[in-house]
């Protein structure tokens, strides 16, 4: 079974401060997908990368960047806190052309 | 960015009885998927759809990828408690790597 590994379940920060949140993939799959879940928005994309130091912006970028220097860890970072980014953060990874993502179990981040 | 409308936003239901919910767009998608979201979980792939009129089951779920291309149905025959949970609809364009989400279904069942 794909496994996605978030590093942490739970996070608290304060305004201001950079956030790393983390992702790992063990299936070898060259797209990872970093989304925002808020309640009665859904799911909305924030990053995609699909390959090693490639990345696309998606419909939130705003506030955000990411890494990828390896094929199966995915970073969301959040250059400077705030608190209207207290959110759940899911990460997904999914084969190239195929459709179906696979999600992590996301973390919920509080910025206080 | 696009979300595609999905309805209806919640539902309360006793155990036993059927739900629907469907997911409409305004623009066309060549595959169709239906995920489940567990309290305190990451969405898990319930179903998935890839040609147009398709009807696809998977235990009590069954689930229709529409005619027009634009919209998809979940049916969820005899609930039970462990149905409870946020289900969403996706959709794919074609040579898209990249999913459209609804904005989720919370279904509630009562005992």
């Known amino acids: 079974d794909v496994k996605v590994t978030q590093s942490s379940r739970y996070l608290v920060k304060r305004t201001g401060e950079k956030v790393f949140l983390e992702c790992v993939q063990d299936m070898d799959h060259e797209n990872m997908f970093w989304y925002r879940q808020d309640p009665g928005l859904g799911l909305r994309l924030i990053y995609f990368s699909y390959d090693v130091k490639m990345k696309e912006k998606g419909d939130i970028p705003e506030g955000y960047s990411v890494s990828r220097e390896k094929k199966e860890r995915f970073s969301l970072i959040l250059e400077s806190a705030s608190t209207n980014q207290t959110s759940m953060y899911l990460c997904?990874?999914?084969?190239?052309?195929?459709?179906?993502?696979?999600f992590g179990d996301g973390t919920r981040l509080s910025i206080l | 960015g696009q979300q595609l409308n999905q309805s209806p936003q919640s539902m309360f239901i006793q155990e036993g009885e059927d739900v629907s919910m469907n997911c409409t767009s305004s623009?066309?998608?060549?595959?169709w998927l239906w995920y489940k979201q567990d309290p305190g979980e990451g969405p898990v792939l319930l179903i998935a759809?890839?040609?147009?009129?398709e009807l696809t089951s998977n235990g009590r779920l069954t689930a229709q990828f529409g005619i027009t291309r634009k919209d998809s149905f979940l049916n969820i025959s005899a609930s039970i408690p462990s149905d409870v949970g946020i289900y969403f609809c996706?959709?794919?364009?074609?040579?898209?790597?990249?999913?459209?989400f609804g904005k989720g279904t919370k279904l509630t069942v009562n005992p």
């Open positions: 997904a990874s999914s084969p190239v052309n195929r459709d179906s993502q696979h």
């Open positions: 996706a959709g794919q364009r074609g040579g898209s790597e990249k999913l459209v």
């Open positions: 759809l890839y040609k147009a009129g």
């Open positions: 623009s066309i998608f060549n595959t």
